[in-house]
């Protein structure tokens, strides 16, 4: 378990290792509060006996050693968290370990991918969500769920940003997305026998409201007319090149039917964290 971000007595991990880690932020949502519950509903569900850990590649992270659950961060308010966030973030990145973390709202992937950019150069980001995330500001905040790939795009420390799933853009999103020469691969034109052409090292963001609300309702933002949780899966199972770090965000357990959304994020675990140990040689 990480008690304190800034003080952390690390466990000693294995280079490559996959380590999960809750980040139970919410403070950045612009809507409705919520995500922050999202870390134990979905290892709730994960360890509820209802089904096994193994991911459909036949990876089993019950007994993998390189899969390791390093529990929540700890963290303090406001863009203290932020920090203190990366600073978690960077202290497992340079031991090589690969974090798969569970949001939390989006604002956390900006200190993620900060954090990851200091050891990784050329990182291309995979970004599937229903939203671009490219406002400069929203309600008067720039670490609003709505802004952390404006933050990450203006950092210049980001090869490229490939979002797919987006619907319903406005102007001010579609000017965002032209000024960054960020690759969108709206819902309206994804088709998934065209895979996407991806290099690593990469980071995987998957904000819940990717999905059909009919997939996942709990979430903050309904958007109808999203992917199937099976065209996700696909998704994630067709990365050929190297996975660095991961994130699943924006589950609202306040909002959920029945655990289904934590569910799904909990079946995104196990495929997420699969695909990433079976790259390992
Ligand atoms: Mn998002
Ligand atoms: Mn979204």
């Known amino acids: 378990m990480i008690d304190n971000p800034n003080n952390i007595p690390y466990p000693k991990l294995a280079p490559n290792t996959v380590a999960l880690v809750g980040i139970p932020f919410d403070e950045y949502s612009s809507f409705m509060r919520g995500p922050a519950k999202a870390p134990s509903a979905i290892r709730q569900t994960l360890h509820n006996g209802a089904s096994n850990l193994f991911a459909e590649n036949g990876v089993n992270l019950d007994t993998h050693p390189l899969f390791r659950d390093l529990g929540d961060l700890t963290l303090p308010g406001g863009e203290e968290a932020m920090f203190a966030i990366e600073t978690a973030v960077e ?23 900060n954090a990851l950019t200091r050891t990784y150069e050329n990182l291309t980001i995979l970004h599937l969500d229903a939203h671009p995330d490219l406002y400069d500001s929203y309600d008067g905040s720039r670490f609003s769920h709505a802004c952390p790939f404006a933050r990450i795009m203006e950092s210049g420390r980001v090869k490229r940003l490939i979002q797919v799933g987006v619907r319903g853009m406005n102007d001010e999103q579609r000017r965002q997305v032209e000024k960054f020469g960020v ?42 007319g999203g992917m199937s949780t099976r065209k996700v899966l696909r998704l994630i199972q067709s990365i050929g090149c190297r996975i ?30 699969g695909v990433m140990i079976r790259q390992v040689k």
Do not use: W
Request: glycine share 6%; hydrophobic share 40%; proline share 7%.
């Open 183 to 224: 690759t969108c691969i709206e819902m309206k034109d994804y088709r998934s026998k065209n895979p996407i052409a991806l290099e690593g090292p990469l980071y995987l963001s998957v904000d819940m409201d990717v999905l059909d609300p009919a997939y996942a309702p709990g979430v903050s933002h309904h958007e109808p």
């Open 91 to 113: 202290r497992l990145t340079e031991q090589k370990v690969r974090i798969l973390s569970l949001g939390g709202d989006h604002a956390i992937t900006f200190p993620v991918v």
């Open 244 to 273: 660095v770090g991961a994130d699943i965000v924006e589950v609202n357990p306040d909002r959920d039917v029945n655990g289904m959304t934590a569910a799904v994020a909990a079946k995104f675990v196990k495929e997420i964290a």
